[in-house]
């Protein structure tokens, strides 16, 4: 699946290869320009089992830079920020899939490669007694515990690079 391009900030970005869990890999561009989170907006998304974005609403569509026609049918990892390690995800997927509700801290690539930090909550949606997708709803984060989270994912990220 192909991603829609992205369009670089006027500051100075940097040019990246992103490599995402399935091995599939992207150029993408990034910078040290962060987007403050709108105060008193809620971010939410729904996906469907394999991630691909089904629904985005407003506040999604304007912090990320992409149309709503752009999101939808992508899979979420579109907005992954190369300074997020892969142990985070995989410990989300594993909480959802499992029918239970996961929370943590995530830093989230922009289209024109700045970025903006969320307390994201996701659950899976049961239909039937069965999960049939997951809903994601993000707020404003605490600067403090990024701050802690910011250590923590460098030091995953380097552990998983020597993994490599």
């Not at 192909?2 to 561009?29: I, K, L, N, W």
């Not at 300074?83 to 509700?101: E, H, I, N, Q, Y």
């Amino acid at each position: 699946m192909a991603f829609p391009p992205m369009q670089p900030a006027a500051d100075a970005t940097v040019a990246r290869e992103h490599t995402y869990h399935d091995g599939s890999s992207r150029t993408v561009m990034t910078s040290e320009r962060e987007i403050p989170y709108p105060e008193g907006r809620l971010i939410i998304s729904r996906t469907d089992l394999n991630g691909v974005l089904t629904h985005a609403n407003e506040a999604f569509v304007e912090l990320s830079g992409y149309t709503r026609d752009e999101l939808i049918g992508q899979p979420h990892n579109i907005l992954r920020h190369p300074d997020m390690p892969r142990a985070a995800f995989k410990d989300l997927w594993a909480t959802v899939s499992a029918g239970k509700k996961w929370h943590g801290y995530v830093k989230n690539l922009c289209k024109d490669g700045s970025f903006y930090w969320v307390y994201a909550t996701a659950v899976p949606n049961v239909r039937g007694g069965k999960i049939v997708g997951y809903t994601s709803v993000r707020r404003k984060p605490s600067r403090n515990k990024i701050a802690e989270i910011t250590a923590t994912y460098k030091e995953w990220l380097a552990a998983e690079g020597s993994a490599a």
